[in-house]
């Protein structure tokens, strides 16, 4: 079975794992980088103000919740059940991958690929998958959340960001859910195929319903 969320925390405590420095500063780089491109990518549309100055700042804090939401608790998943198994982890950015993703916003679009959670000891087979479930099912549930939602104030601004969240969380679980390597599918795959089946069922769920509210 894949560990509560109190157990994590609970062994992370004991085991008084703490962030390292260069961790700290590569997360940080990473949601800057990362905020400033969806930024770029969403200001284009004047949902909150008409003024570009209000509506650019607006953006910018939506886009930094986007991405501590979505991409920074995908990889904490990680991070937090590698920590449960007693091994090191730490995450890691790619400097060309966020060049890149800047690079690629100011074209219209964005590809993201700001880093990963590096893990150093012996892990196993089902602990491989777990630890790689761990990313889209922070996904998952921050997705259904954010669709309950967006449902619930439909018909305001901040159902339409709650929307995006939802959809780009959806997204992010399908992709990574491609059984390829070094994606997290392929790892979940190989450890059990139900949970696999599971995982992009409820991905494709949440962007379906994202599509019809």
């Known amino acids: 079975m894949i560990p509560s969320f109190g157990d994590i925390i609970g062994r992370v405590k004991r085991s008084k794992i703490s962030f390292g420095m260069l961790e700290i500063r590569d997360?940080?780089?990473s949601v800057a980088v990362l905020t400033i491109a969806f930024t770029v990518i969403l200001e284009k549309n004047h949902v909150f103000s008409n003024n570009v100055v209000v509506n650019t700042a607006y953006w910018t804090?939506?886009?930094f919740v986007f991405v501590t939401t979505s991409f920074v608790m995908h990889e904490m998943?990680?991070?937090?059940?590698?920590q449960y198994f007693g091994v090191w982890a730490e995450f890691r950015m790619y400097p060309a991958g966020l060049l890149l993703c800047f690079l690629s916003s100011?074209?219209?679009?964005?590809f993201a690929a700001p880093g990963a959670v590096y893990i150093r000891g012996y892990i196993d087979n089902e602990m491989n998958g777990k630890i790689s479930a761990a990313g889209p099912a922070v996904n998952i549930a921050l997705g259904l959340v954010s669709i309950l939602v967006a449902f619930v104030f439909r018909c305001y601004t901040v159902g339409a960001v709650f929307l995006l969240l939802s959809y780009l969380n959806g997204f992010l679980a399908l992709?990574?859910?491609?059984p390829v390597m070094p994606l997290d599918g392929s790892k979940i795959l190989k450890w059990d195929f139900s949970v696999y089946i599971g995982m992009v069922g409820s991905a494709i769920l949440i962007i379906v319903l994202c599509y019809t509210l």
């Open 27 to 29: 997360i940080a780089i």
């Open 106 to 110: 100011l074209l219209g679009f964005l």
């Open 61 to 63: 804090l939506a886009a």
């Open 77 to 82: 998943g990680h991070k937090f059940v590698a």
């Open 175 to 178: 992709f990574n859910m491609i």
